[in-house]
């Protein structure tokens, strides 16, 4: 079956330092994949969406890569910021074009 | 403009009660979907209305579970004589279109606790 991996370990970094993201998936290629943010007690907030022929794909501060041989999605958040911190989502598409599998998230914490 | 919004923000209930969840999407969303968290997993897919399609009830986990969309806004999910393992958060999220295309947007959630 369908399986995505993301690391369930909180994962803390310096302010100022790239934080690095890892999304694995097994057992199916997805044709897109979704990255969102969820703070404490709110839902997920979109962050970026990256097709499988993107290899990359930017917005400020964030970039996003999806290498479909290695089956894995990487986060980066350059220049980060305490602000920065809360638990990553990565969503790669389901089976249907409607469809998202959702990781557990990994935490996020950026230390001033 | 206005987000998606959910009612209760909180419900508790005792095992064995019904319980409605409500769900008010970004107005021209002809895209719903709820979803159930459990702490430290993923989101879990219940079910995916899409215009006057019939609705994507595959995840639904039990005939207690259903759900339905009026006039192609307002959702509502109902769990029938409510168990312990519902106790969970219940988001629901709108979206333009398919996922391929574009982002879904939530609301902030319903925390259910079933005693």
């Known amino acids: 079956s369908q399986k995505i991996e993301q690391n369930s370990e909180a994962l803390n970094i310096q302010e100022g330092k790239t934080a690095t993201l890892t999304c694995n998936y097994t057992?199916?290629?997805?044709?897109?994949l979704q990255w969102y943010r969820q703070d404490p007690g709110r839902g997920p907030v979109f962050l970026l969406l990256?097709?499988?022929n993107e290899k990359e794909k930017r917005k400020e501060r964030l970039k996003v890569t999806f290498d479909t041989t290695l089956k894995q999605s990487l986060f980066h958040i350059t220049a980060s910021q305490p602000a920065d911190s809360a638990t990553y989502l990565c969503?790669?598409?389901?089976?249907?074009?409607?469809?998202?599998?959702w990781g557990a998230g990994t935490k996020l914490i950026i230390k001033p | 403009g206005a987000g998606v919004s959910q009612s209760p923000s909180n419900k508790v209930t005792e095992k064995g009660k019904d319980v409605e969840l409500r769900c008010d999407p970004i107005?021209?969303?002809?895209?719903l979907y709820w979803y159930r968290q459990s702490l430290g997993q993923g989101l879990e897919f219940l079910i995916y209305?899409?215009?006057?399609?019939?609705?994507?009830k595959s995840g639904l986990p039990s005939d207690r579970f259903s759900a339905e969309r009026t006039g192609g806004s307002v959702s509502t999910l109902t769990i029938q004589r409510t168990q312990q393992e519902d106790s969970a958060v219940y988001l629901c999220?709108?979206?333009?279109?398919?996922?391929?295309?574009?982002?879904?947007?939530f609301g902030p959630g319903t925390r259910l606790t079933v005693t």
């Open positions: 057992n199916y290629s997805p044709a897109y």
């Open positions: 209305f899409q215009g006057n399609s019939a609705p994507d």
């Open positions: 990256i097709r499988e």
């Open positions: 969503a790669p598409g389901g089976d249907s074009n409607y469809q998202l599998i």
């Open positions: 107005s021209g969303h002809t895209a």
């Open positions: 999220a709108s979206s333009l279109g398919p996922a391929g295309d574009y982002e879904q947007y």
